[in-house]
Structures are given as structure tokens and as C-alpha cells.
């Protein structure tokens, strides 16, 4: 079997040649064939230049992918899957946070007949604010879109080679990873791992992605978000209808009547932001169509240690 994994780095100068010697250690260890496809989301530290030199020292099984800018890890990952060949792909973080040692139990889950292999971890050592948000996330997400997404599952898997080949064949934009591995289907099996801090370098995320990442999975998969503001259109109509005949009524009993100021201001406040929120979700899907209609790339290659060659298998 031919194992590739691909790893998707920004600004990870501080860990990538540990995480180098780590893999491979764990890969030989399992003495699989393998290759190693590195992506430089267009890091602004000195990750190209080390990705350059692992490259030269250790030739054919390292491949390095560099971007024109930074794109996002969605799209380092989708230009790893692209460059690979491998029979089975392992897509993991460059920051050691995704241990090597569980690709071992991967193959052999994936031998077994499964098609992705999902390493979930726990949310030990994690700030408690963030694991309760991101249950509460996830739970509520799950009502919402039309896959399933799980707490702890992230980019850390192995996938079949038809698995991926499925993957590539999904050409939108607008990738929330997570969901599209969701639905795609295939054999899936998850595993539990401890979570581990990064080992160097610091995190990408802050708390303002973190926010617009849950809105691209609440979302990419499904338009019932439009579907309620259509269902509270109509309950907001129907008071107000029932509220229009009730002063009406009143007036014409008892003439009519000046106070009613307050509301008059609560209804008008209320229902502004009800649109106003309404409006935001209807723009949001049409900025989607918008960037899906223009169909760009969804990254820009700067440099690469190697031409793309498919179907051109690589001796490692
Ligand atoms: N990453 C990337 N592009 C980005 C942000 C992150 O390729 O714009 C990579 C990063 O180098 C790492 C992985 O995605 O290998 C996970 O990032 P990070 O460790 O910052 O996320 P966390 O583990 O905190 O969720
Ligand atoms: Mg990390």
C-alpha cells in the first residue's frame, strides 16, 4: 500500500522539520511506502525556505505545494489531495497536535475495509468556555444542516483513495471541510485520541474565525436557515394582523386613542431587526452564489518541487 499525507502549514517555521522527522520516524516504523505532501499556505516565516531543504534531503518521497498567498487550510488541503497519488491519504496538522503514532491503528482500521478513518479527540487541557460553546455548537448544528458533524472531529483522518477521488470531484468554492468529508459518505470508523498541545509556533485561530467558521457549517449544507426566515415572516405577519384588527376594533368603539407610542416603537424596532437579520442571511447565501459563479481557483501555486504529474506514480 501507498500511503500519502498531507499537511497543510502556515507559519509553522518553528515545527515543520520536528514534524518531519516525527512522521517519518512513525512511517518506517510501519515500513509502508509513503510520501509526504507539504502545502504552504503562504506563510510569512521561513516555512518555504524549510520546506525547500527537506525537499532536497530527502528527494523523491517530499513534495511541497507553495501558495501565492494564504488561502486557508480548506484549500491547502484540497491542493494536497490533488498532488497526492497514494492508494490511501492522511491529512494531518503540521503542529503535531494530530500524534503520527495513531497512523498505525488508521491502516489497519483502514485494511479493514474502511474508507475514512476518523482520529476524534478529546477536549482535554482545552479552555472550558470553548468546549462548552463548541458542544453547544455542535448540537445545534446537527438539527440544522443535512450532515453530520461531531465535536472533535476535524481534519485528522485517513481516506481511501476513492474517498478522496470523491472529494476532488466537489468543485465548490466554498469549502467547510468538515461537512464535505461528512458527505461524501463511504465506511467511516472513528477513533478517540487524547488531545495534545502544539508542540511550537501558536494557533491560527482566533476567536472572530472561530465565529465565521461556525456560519460557514451552519451554512454550506442546507438553505433552512431561508426557510425559517419564511416561516417567521409569516408568524411576525400574522400578529401583526391580528394586532392591526385589535386597534381597529378598539378605535371604532372607542375612538382613537393617542398613546400607544410604546408600541408603536417596539413593534417598529422589533421587526427592523427581525429584517435586518433576515436580510444578512439572504445576502449571505447570495454572496455564496456570488463567489460560486465566478469560478476561480481556489488557490494560487507560487512554487512546487514538483510538476503536477497524475497518473505518474513516484518511487519513494
Ligand atoms: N493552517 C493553514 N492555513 C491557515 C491556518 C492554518 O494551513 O490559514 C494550518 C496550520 O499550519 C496547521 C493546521 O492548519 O498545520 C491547524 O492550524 P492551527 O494549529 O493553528 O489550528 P488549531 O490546532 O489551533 O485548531
Ligand atoms: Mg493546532
Not at 522539520?17 to 505532501?37: K, M, N
Request: aromatic share 10%.
Amino acid at each position: 500500500m501507498r500511503l500519502s499525507i498531507v499537511v497543510p502549514c502556515y507559519n509553522e517555521e518553528a515545527v515543520i522539520e520536528l514534524f518531519d522527522v516525527r512522521i517519518r520516524e512513525t512511517l518506517s516504523a510501519l515500513s509502508v511506502d509513503y510520501e509526504l505532501c507539504y502545502v504552504d499556505d503562504g506563510s510569512s516565516d521561513n516555512t518555504l525556505e524549510r520546506l525547500r531543504a527537506l525537499a532536497e534531503n530527502r528527494e523523491a518521497s517530499t513534495r511541497y505545494v507553495s501558495f501565492s498567498r494564504n488561502f486557508g487550510k480548506e484549500a491547502g488541503i484540497l491542493a494536497g489531495l490533488r498532488e497526492t497519488t497514494g492508494d490511501a491519504v492522511v491529512v494531518m496538522d503540521a503542529d503535531l497536535q494530530h500524534p503520527p503514532e495513531l497512523i498505525g491503528r488508521m491502516i489497519e482500521l483502514h485494511r479493514a475495509g474502511h474508507d475514512q478513518v476518523i482520529a476524534r479527540r478529546t477536549r482535554e487541557g482545552d479552555k472550558k468556555v470553548r468546549s462548552a460553546v463548541s458542544r453547544m455548537y455542535y448540537r445545534m448544528i446537527n438539527k440544522w444542516v443535512d450532515v453530520e458533524l461531531t465535536d472533535g472531529v476535524g481534519d485528522f483522518r485517513l481516506l481511501s483513495r476513492r474517498a478522496v477521488d470523491a472529494l476532488l470531484e466537489m468543485p465548490e468554492y466554498n469549502r467547510f471541510s468538515k461537512g464535505l468529508f461528512s458527505w461524501i459518505g463511504f465506511d467511516t470508523v472513528t477513533f478517540d485520541y487524547r488531545n495534545a498541545a502544539r508542540e511550537a509556533g501558536e494557533t491560527k485561530w482566533r476567536f472572530g474565525a472561530l465565529v465565521n467558521y461556525g456560519m460557514d457549517g451552519l451554512i454550506s449544507f442546507n438553505n433552512r436557515p431561508l426557510r425559517v426566515a419564511i416561516y417567521a415572516g409569516l408568524a411576525l405577519s400574522a400578529v401583526a394582523a391580528a394586532y392591526a384588527v385589535t386597534v381597529t376594533v378598539m378605535a371604532m368603539i372607542q375612538g382613537p386613542d393617542a398613546p400607544g407610542y410604546v408600541t408603536l416603537l417596539v413593534a417598529i424596532v422589533g421587526l427592523g431587526g427581525i429584517q435586518m437579520l433576515m436580510l444578512g442571511l439572504i445576502g449571505e447565501y447570495i454572496g455564496r452564489i456570488y463567489y460560486e459563479t465566478k469560478r476561480r481557483p481556489h488557490f494560487l501555486v507560487k512554487e512546487t518541487n514538483a510538476p503536477r504529474a497524475f497518473g505518474v506514480s513516484e518511487q519513494s
